[in-house]
């Protein structure tokens, strides 16, 4: 089967640094994609990962290792408005579009 | 700009009724789009793969006579949600990608309540 977890909530405060992790088993792998997504709102991607190591993006990384089915989002300099959930998702198969979504985590950012 | 455009945003309509939605791709021709569907605090939920010139491949429990989606065109996917319950409500979104190593951009969903 395919399965993809995340944590369910994350609380954190403005200015520091959360890691929101994300494992996988899928019957294959051909790429990971971060969004976040604001309530009431579609999804907006974040980063994209198919070779091991860390990708950066201004105030927004994300890691893949392949080998042990994970990947983190690390968001640092905590904002208010990174106040959203995140989604995970994993493309199986190679040729295709389609996506396996987590679970997803709701960050709250506290001031 | 938007390169995904999902209309209508909200719909509120007796029980019965028959709802389409419109998804274009507004500067790409995408012969594959995505249906999802997400119930409060919870993740998006694959419905339907949406393919140009031929049927939607349908997600294991998801009703294809009660979902029906029609891709005419490279640029247009339509999803109708046929004699729609309260049930039937939820937050509807769909997606399209360019190409295969590029991410899927989403449409803005439209929020559907069925009276």
């Known amino acids: 089967g395919q399965n993809i977890d995340q944590p369910t909530e994350m609380t954190a405060t403005e200015g520091a640094i959360v890691q929101i992790n994300c494992t996988y088993q899928t019957s294959g792998f051909n790429g990971l994609f971060w969004y976040q997504q604001h309530a009431g709102e579609a999804p907006t991607f974040l980063s994209y990962?198919?070779?091991?190591g860390l990708e950066e993006k201004g105030r927004f990384s994300s890691f893949l290792s392949r080998s042990k089915g994970y990947s983190y989002l690390l968001l640092k300099e905590l904002q208010m408005k990174d106040s959203a959930s995140y989604l995970c998702?994993?493309?199986?198969?190679?040729?295709?579009?389609?996506?396996?979504f987590g679970t997803g985590t709701r960050l709250k950012v506290l001031a | 700009g938007a390169v995904v455009s999902q209309h209508p945003s909200w719909v509120i309509c007796k029980s019965g009724t028959s709802v389409k939605i419109e998804c274009r791709s507004l500067?790409?021709?995408?012969?594959?789009m995505f249906w999802y569907r997400q119930f409060p605090k919870q993740s998006l939920m694959l419905m339907a793969t949406?393919?140009?010139?031929?049927?939607?491949?349908?997600e294991q429990g998801v009703e294809k006579d009660k979902f029906l989606i029609n891709h005419a065109s490279l640029t247009l996917s339509t999803l109708t949600v046929t004699s729609a319950h309260p049930e039937d409500s939820s937050f509807y979104i769909c997606?399209?990608?360019?190409?295969?190593?590029?991410?899927?951009?989403f449409g803005d969903g439209t929020r559907l309540s069925i009276l």
């Open positions: 990962n198919v070779l091991d």
């Open positions: 998702a994993v493309r199986p198969t190679s040729g295709t579009y389609k996506y396996i």
């Open positions: 949406s393919n140009e010139g031929s049927k939607a491949t349908y």
């Open positions: 997606s399209a990608s360019n190409r295969v190593n590029q991410p899927q951009h």
């Open positions: 500067d790409f021709q995408a012969t594959t």
